[in-house]
């Protein structure tokens, strides 16, 4: 046992070591950086406008709140619907829940009113199953959140949809709690 | 003791080949031993400079790991012969062993080693099947795995896979969270494990070509799911497939000309062909509403199975390689996934989901009967060895992803053990040729 103990030690000081010279496809692979891994398309001026530095005296996007006023970009507006960016999943379904239809109007809405705006659509699952059919399931999810969006008036111009399937969770445990976390789609401005 | 046999060999094998000891899989049997046949391997003879590699040891692990063999400890051996000469057969008739291995090992140089082996059929005194070669001291190992390949087609009747390699995915969560991934492939003992590909994004779906010389995988490194095909020998690597949407799940056909894969170009996961020498992509399903995935060759390379939820939960169907309706295979169960098909084409293994729990079954395309081969409930991702009696698949242990393998009869089952790392997504190789 003393032996394999020591082996145990010995192979993690030779990977340490090792990890550094390893791999054919190292060199391509380390141009994917943890920024590139989404794949922002070029911004335009257009689309950076949206910045809230920019939009601050638009009166267009101030949003008021019951008794607050934010001044800013209503995206920024933690406060509204919009900043919920975020929406969840049950077991193998990519319907689309109703307590997240307000969310979704609210977002269409912006999306509507600001044409030059993208959003990349990022479907997740949780762990359970084969890979391949999560990765489809979570470009399913994020088809499903397209297409309401696009019903409340974005259009299909502002989107970019990917999935991840179970291969980015949210949460690392192995129960209901995680998965459903994992289960979702993730709604990103590009730019913001 | 034989915890610490592997991890000797484990340890040694580390030593000569430090630089590639990235992951080491040690192959523990966990069951199904009992109707294993006795076998008599004596250590090889050694002449001149000692051999770096224990030729019998690893000829020994690799029959016993099969649950077919069971090689008499050696504290049973009789006497040390390693030829016919030195063998007294009345002796060797006591330990009720049918087979005798003898062999030894003479250094012709310090690079280049002789090894010669016999086995014997105990109780004719005979000869069953006898070599000699001459390798490079790098080649002793594998040399090793071809001996045990001959003495387990000579004694079974059926093909050893003990020369093929297994390609996985581990996942190694760095000190600052972030996870590592990389592409391995290792011996079929899961020794010399090599990082053929390491990336920051997720990699999915190895699949070997039919000669063994390529692996085509889906790599997330530019930010989605992409196909690439990459060259085991030289390291060279091909794009094959970067659609808008997914591209994924890609399966070599048969004859190794083209390759089936996941498209989602359309809007909808789609099965296409694609002709690897001119890129000509043919389509192969058309239901729009549907997931359909995770497409296998029928050993014919005529048809596909694969992976649809067109009736509202996946299940496997098959489909002309050209098109046109697709026929309903898997019956059994609420969810049945990635589908892999025997050589011999009876034989296929999937994910199959039950209560909300996934295990490893095996179909007799035949019949249609469901056998359910695995307990653990986190079991997925099945792989058939080439020789269709082994099934490679992943599953969990404490929460971290093993590799595990367990015999197209349910009765024998061996966990591929690691030292810390998450390993999924295996994938047998075919018979090197």
């Keep these: ?192 | 003791m034989t915890k610490r046999w592997l991890a000797a060999i484990w340890l040694l094998s580390m030593m000569v080949v430090p630089w590639q000891a990235h992951a080491e899989l040690i192959i523990e049997i966990t069951g199904g031993t009992e109707a294993a046949l006795p076998i008599a391997v004596v250590p090889f003879g050694s002449e001149g400079i000692a051999a770096p590699e224990d030729i019998s040891a690893v000829i020994s692990n690799d029959l016993a790991r099969s649950g077919r063999f069971a090689p008499l400890p050696k504290q049973d051996l009789i006497s040390q012969p390693h030829e016919k000469e030195e063998i007294n057969f009345r002796d060797w008739r006591l330990l009720r062993s049918e087979g005798l291995l003898v062999g030894k090992v003479s250094s012709v140089d310090g690079e280049t080693y002789q090894v010669q082996f016999q086995l014997f059929d105990v109780y004719n005194a005979q000869q069953l099947v006898g070599k000699r070669y001459q390798v490079p001291a790098s080649g002793l190992r594998r040399l090793a795995h071809q001996i045990a390949d001959q003495i387990y087609q000579t004694l079974t009747g059926e093909m050893g896979v003990f020369s093929t390699r297994l390609a996985f995915v581990t996942a190694i969560a760095n000190a600052d969270g972030k996870k590592r991934f990389a592409l391995q492939v290792s011996d079929s003992d899961g020794a010399n494990p090599r990082t053929v590909l390491q990336s920051k994004q997720p990699i999915l779906s190895p699949n070997w070509s039919p000669d063994g010389e390529r692996l085509t995988y889906v790599s997330f490194e530019n930010g989605k799911a992409e196909v690439f095909v990459q060259e085991m020998s030289s390291g060279r690597r091909d794009s094959v497939a970067a659609f808008k949407g997914l591209n994924s799940a890609p399966a070599w056909s048969p004859d190794g000309t083209r390759l089936a894969l996941t498209l989602s170009k359309s809007g909808n996961p789609e099965i296409y062909i694609l002709e690897l020498a001119t890129g000509k992509l043919s389509r192969v399903t058309h239901n729009s509403q549907a997931i359909d995935t995770e497409a296998v060759w029928m050993p014919n390379g005529r048809e596909l199975l694969f992976t649809s939820d067109r009736g509202g939960r996946p299940q496997i169907y098959k489909v002309s390689a050209e098109g046109g309706r697709a026929k309903r295979v898997s019956f059994e169960g609420s969810y049945n996934a990635s589908p892999d098909i025997s050589s011999d084409g009876h034989f296929m293994t999937m994910t199959h989901g039950l209560n909300g729990k996934f295990y490893i079954a095996v179909q007799d395309l035949d019949t249609g009967a469901v056998q359910i081969l695995t307990e653990t409930g986190r079991d997925e991702s099945p792989s058939f060895a080439p020789n269709g009696r082994m099934i490679l698949y992943a599953t969990e242990q404490q929460g971290k992803g093993v590799l595990a393998a367990v015999s197209v009869d349910g009765r024998i089952h061996q966990r591929l053990g690691e030292s810390g790392t998450e390993v999924r997504e295996p994938a047998w190789s075919p018979i090197r040729k």
Excluded at chain 1, 61 to 90: C, K, W
Excluded at chain 1, 142 to 149: E, H, K, S, V, Y
Excluded at chain 1, 152 to 167: L, M, N, P, R, Y
Aim: aromatic share 6%; proline share 2%.
């Design chain 1, 1 to 192: 046992m003393k032996l394999f103990k020591l082996s145990v030690v010995l192979f993690i000081l030779m990977w340490l070591s090792a990890c550094t010279t390893l791999g054919l496809g190292k060199k391509d692979t380390d141009a994917a950086t943890d920024g590139a891994e989404v794949a922002v398309e070029d911004r335009s001026a257009d689309s950076a406008s949206i910045g809230g530095d920019n939009a601050s005296g638009d009166a267009e996007t101030t949003v008021i709140v019951g008794e607050d006023q934010y001044q800013g970009d209503e995206l920024n507006d933690p406060a509204s619907p919009l900043s919920n960016r975020v929406v969840y999943f049950e077991y193998d379904s990519s319907a689309v829940r109703q307590e997240d239809q307000t969310t979704l109007a609210a977002h269409a809405a912006y999306m509507g009113e600001h044409q030059n705006v993208t959003m990349r659509l990022i479907g997740h699952t949780d762990e359970r199953g084969s890979r391949e059919y999560n990765l489809a399931l979570g470009e399913r999810r994020a088809m499903a959140i397209r297409q309401i969006l696009m019903l409340h008036g974005a259009d299909i111009k502002q989107f970019q949809v990917t999935s991840f399937g179970e291969e980015r969770p949210q949460a690392e445990g192995h129960d209901e709690s995680a998965w459903q976390q994992n289960r979702r789609v993730e709604l990103i401005y590009v730019g913001q």
